[in-house]
T-cell receptor, first 117, second 115 residues
C-alpha cells in the first residue's frame, strides 16, 4: 500500500487565487510528522511546512497552511494568493518510525502546480 | 553560508563503470540521506546514515554503496550492478533528535545518465 498518496498529478490555478493540494497518508504509528516540499524545475527541494501528529493547531507559514485532518489521515497544503513563482512540483512526505532511529522521509509522487496569469 | 553541496551537477556513466557522487554538508548535521528521483516521480530512499561510520539500506539500495567516514561527507557509488542508473540523485541532511520536527535540507542534485 502507498504510504503517501497525492491524487492530483497536475493542477492549474489563476494568479492571486488559493489552491489546495491533496495528500493522504497511511501509517500505524501514533507519532509521525508530515512535510511539504516544493521542487522548481531547477530540481532543488525547498521545505515549506511541517505538521506533527500531536499538533492541535494546523500549521501555517506565510502563504502556506496545512489542513490536517488526523482521523481522515489527510494533510492538504493550501497556498493562498498564488503567484507565478509558485509554479513547481509539490511533494508531501512523512516521517514515521519514531523510536527506531530512522529519520528518513517517505515521499508521494507529487503534484505539478501551474499558476496562470 | 551553510548548505549541502553535491557534485558533479551532471554525470555520464559508461556500461560496466562505477561512478561516485559527492555530497558535502557544513550544517553540522548528524544524519545524511541519498534519494533517487525518476522523471515525474517522487523521491525514493537509497541509503541513510544517522552517525559517522554507520549507515543503513533504504528502500532501493541494490546496486549502490556508500561510506560515512566523516560527518561532513556521504558519497554515493553507483555500481555496475545498478542496471538502470539514469535518474536525478538528491542528497539531504538533518539535525535534531530522533523525534525532531527539523526538516531535511537538500542539495541541488546530480543528474546521472548512461552513455
Amino acid at each position: 500500500a502507498q504510504k503517501i498518496t497525492q491524487t492530483q498529478p497536475g493542477m492549474f490555478v489563476q494568479e492571486k487565487e488559493a489552491v489546495t493540494l491533496d495528500c493522504t497518508y497511511d501509517t500505524s504509528d501514533q507519532s509521525y510528522g508530515l512535510f511539504w516540499y516544493k521542487q522548481p524545475s531547477s530540481g532543488e527541494m525547498i521545505f515549506l511546512i511541517y505538521q506533527g501528529s500531536y499538533d492541535e493547531q494546523n500549521a501555517t507559514e506565510g502563504r502556506y497552511s496545512l489542513n490536517f485532518q488526523k482521523a481522515r489521515k489527510s494533510a492538504n497544503l493550501v497556498i493562498s494568493a498564488s503567484q507565478l513563482g509558485d509554479s513547481a512540483m509539490y511533494f508531501c512526505a512523512m516521517r514515521e518510525g519514531w523510536g527506531t532511529g530512522r529519520r528518513a522521509l517517505t515521499f508521494g509522487s507529487g503534484t505539478r502546480l501551474q499558476v496562470q496569469p | 553560508d551553510g548548505g549541502i553541496t553535491q557534485s558533479p551537477k551532471y554525470l555520464f556513466r559508461k556500461e560496466g563503470q562505477n561512478v561516485t557522487l559527492s555530497c558535502e554538508q557544513n550544517l553540522n548535521h548528524d544524519a545524511m540521506y541519498w534519494y533517487r528521483q525518476d522523471p515525474g516521480q517522487g523521491l525514493r530512499l537509497i541509503y541513510y546514515s544517522q552517525i559517522v561510520n554507520d549507515f543503513q539500506k533504504g528502500d532501493i539500495a541494490e546496486g549502490y554503496s556508500v561510506s560515512r567516514e566523516k560527518k561532513e561527507s556521504f558519497p554515493l557509488t553507483v555500481t555496475s550492478a545498478q542496471k538502470n542508473p539514469t535518474a536525478f540523485y538528491l542528497c539531504a541532511s538533518s539535525s535534531g533528535t530522533e523525534n525532531s520536527n527539523q526538516p531535511q535540507h537538500f542539495g541541488d542534485g546530480t543528474r546521472l545518465s548512461i552513455l
